[in-house]
């Protein structure tokens, strides 16, 4: 089955700086990448999204980049602010085959002042 | 408006008690899910169900159970709940295997 990994587990960064989040997945069939973000308290929504047939996705101020030869895509947040302070989870499925989102394991974000 | 709804946010038992957690949805998705986390950490899927009368077991092991008699309607249930039960559930649905997962608040549970 898939495999997903996550790094780093927590970010520290200075509001206004950039934060990068990257995982790793096993399975080269995946083809479906979303990442959650998590509110102190809060459920887990989803914030962006990117399929297999686009290198890279952008709103506002995230991106996602993907790189299917190396089975591995990132999250970059630019101009961080206090309010992007959450944990973030990626996942990998493959749509249309039956697989299940497989999550990382979550990265514990905080935006400093 | 569309959402997934889960009863009750919070509760604290005692050990050996029968809970039921319940899930609902109106999003109009067959695909529903389970989810097992302790704050702030790792997504652990415990149930999911594709349809009515389907159910399976998850990536993670746990002694609870769960049913779907109806489209709308995914409840969980501990027999026996124990301090280790501890943790925060939520409830999620997709309108396709692999797709956006839509989360319920959750419901955090206590057992002393």
């Known amino acids: 089955g898939e495999n997903v990994e996550q790094h780093p587990s927590t970010l520290s960064v200075q509001e206004g700086d950039s934060a990068v989040i990257k995982c790793t997945y096993s399975d080269s069939a995946s083809n479906y990448f979303p990442w959650y973000k998590q509110e102190l308290g809060k459920r887990p929504q989803l914030i962006i999204d990117i399929r297999s047939n686009v290198g890279e996705k952008k709103d506002q101020r995230i991106a996602v980049t993907l790189n299917k030869t190396a089975k591995h895509f990132s999250l970059h947040i630019t101009e961080t602010q206090p309010e992007d302070s959450a944990v973030y989870f990626c996942a990998a499925s493959r749509t249309g085959g039956g697989n299940k989102l497989t999550f990382g394991t979550g990265t514990q974000l905080k935006v400093e002042l | 408006e569309a959402d997934i709804y889960q009863t009750p946010r919070y509760l604290v038992i005692g050990t050996g008690k029968k809970i039921t957690l319940e899930c609902s949805q109106t999003?109009?998705?067959?695909?529903m899910y389970w989810y097992q986390q302790d704050p702030g950490m790792e997504l652990h899927l415990i149930h999911y169900s594709y349809g009515v009368n389907s159910t399976e077991k998850g990536d993670l092991s746990s002694e609870s159970t769960v049913s779907r008699i109806r489209t709308e309607h995914f409840p969980l249930t501990l027999e026996s709940a124990r301090p280790s039960h501890t943790s925060q559930y939520l409830c999620?649905?997709?309108?396709?295997?692999?797709?956006?997962?839509?989360f319920g608040e959750g419901s955090r549970l206590t057992v002393l």
């Open positions: 999003m109009g998705h067959d695909k």
């Open positions: 999620a649905s997709s309108e396709s295997v692999g797709g956006e997962l839509f």
